[in-house]
């Protein structure tokens, strides 16, 4: 298969088939490798690695000039592209280029494939910063719901009122959580230890529409750094 300037070179070939309540290939399980001979086959599921060196050519290809100019592919609620059944996921989409980002994607545009009914809406995606103290953040920032003039409160807890935290020698560092006046959370950043694991709690948050109050309720094992969620004031 070539296009331009990029070429697809079949090399061999897995057939297996699936239910959708299993990950786990049923009856089907072969492999086919053939050097020599020419072979017809039609290709239901295709799996395309862009690197560099291809990624103009084939954004020109799925996406059109538009997408070309903007270097990203262009995809709908399902994350399929302008060519049906043909979707893009992870970086070559645009948003946020995080691996953890890619694999939700991967798992929607499965789902869908397997006929499941899913609306991928708009996920909390988290990022981090492996550094010491740890930096994560989901949602909007400060800077940004100021920018949008987002009518908000903001709640800062430090770290050196934590337990866990003077007990470890860990005190740098504090917990931001940004929400409505009705108490939904829309952001938080978190600087210090433990940051990438606490921020999933506010993702899980935002997901699932809990409010910043059924946080604050929520009973956290003592001492742990996650006590510092339950201390944010609403």
Do not use: W
Not at 23 to 34: A, H, I, Q, S, Y
Not at 91 to 114: E, M, N, P, Q, R
């Amino acid at each position: 298969l070539k296009y331009k300037n990029f070429e697809i070179e079949f090399v061999g070939a897995r057939k297996e088939s699936y239910r959708s309540d299993s990950r786990k290939p049923l009856v089907e399980n072969g492999t086919l490798e053939d050097d020599q001979k020419r072979r017809d086959f039609t290709i239901n599921t295709m799996a395309l690695s862009l690197n560099k060196k291809n990624f103009g050519e084939i954004l020109d290809f799925f996406g059109g000039r538009e997408d070309l100019k903007n270097k990203k592919i262009k995809v709908n609620h399902l994350l399929e592209t302008k060519m049906k059944d043909i979707f893009a996921i992870g970086d070559c989409k645009g948003g946020y280029l995080l691996a953890h980002s890619a694999f939700k994607d991967a798992d929607l545009v499965t789902k869908s494939i397997l006929g499941e009914k899913t609306d991928k809406g708009e996920f909390a995606i988290p990022r981090v910063v492996y550094t010491h103290p740890e930096f994560a953040s989901v949602g909007l920032t400060e800077e940004e719901v100021r920018y949008r003039n987002i009518d908000c409160m903001i709640s800062k807890v430090p770290y050196a009122s934590n337990g866990r935290a003077i007990a470890t020698g860990k005190t740098k560092g504090q917990v931001k959580v940004i929400y409505t006046k009705k108490g939904e959370i829309i952001g938080s950043t978190i600087v210090g230890e433990g940051a990438s694991e606490m921020i999933s709690i506010i993702s899980l948050a935002i997901d699932n529409g809990l409010s910043l109050k059924k946080i604050t309720e929520t009973v956290f094992p003592h001492p742990t750094f996650s006590e510092i969620l339950g201390e944010v004031v609403y």
